[in-house]
């Protein structure tokens, strides 16, 4: 029974490391920082403000749509590719990113060329996270008139 409760608890330990707060004001405070301490008192942080508030308001980098989470859990999984095809301005995981978001056909080329073109914005680094380019792609597409409507919470 103790090896049980052991193994639980290395299991419970390691995903909490690599596991994300969420958004909200914990999320925010402790943006950028990884290991369990962090993402811990980045969830409590979020427990004590409320993020189902800040979600249902779509406050504190709490973003609702359900296609830009799907969009984010795209670039948790194919991050490095999809930055590659950003850089060249096409390839299959852009589109798979362009058909998660719900971007139509004849609105795709013009989200490529946007991606590709403030390639330096999304990630302005070697260290930018999935977190961070997906935070810049939305506020790229929030600013653009016809694609605007694919990031609306």
Not at 10 to 28: D, E, H, I, R, W
Not at 105 to 117: G, P, T
Not at 123 to 133: C, I, K, L, N, V
Request: proline residues 3%; negative net charge.
């Amino acid at each position: 029974m103790k090896k049980l409760i052991a193994g639980a608890l290395l299991l419970s330990a390691s995903t909490l490391t690599f596991a994300q707060p969420g958004c909200g004001v914990g999320a925010m405070i402790w943006k950028g920082q990884s290991g369990l301490v962090p993402h811990v008192l980045g969830a409590t942080t979020n427990g004590m403000a409320s993020q189902t508030v800040s979600m249902t308001l779509g406050l504190t980098g709490c973003n609702t749509n359900e296609s830009v989470q799907s969009m984010a859990m795209l670039m948790d999984s194919r991050g490095p590719q999809i930055a590659a095809d950003i850089s060249r301005g096409y390839g299959e995981n852009l589109e798979a990113m362009a058909i998660a978001l719900g971007v139509q056909e004849e609105h795709r080329d013009d989200f490529y060329s946007l991606l590709n073109q403030n390639f330096s914005t999304i990630y302005p680094d070697q260290d930018t996270t999935s977190g961070e380019a997906v935070d810049a792609i939305v506020a790229l597409l929030e600013q653009n008139e016809s694609l605007s409507k694919y990031v609306a919470a």
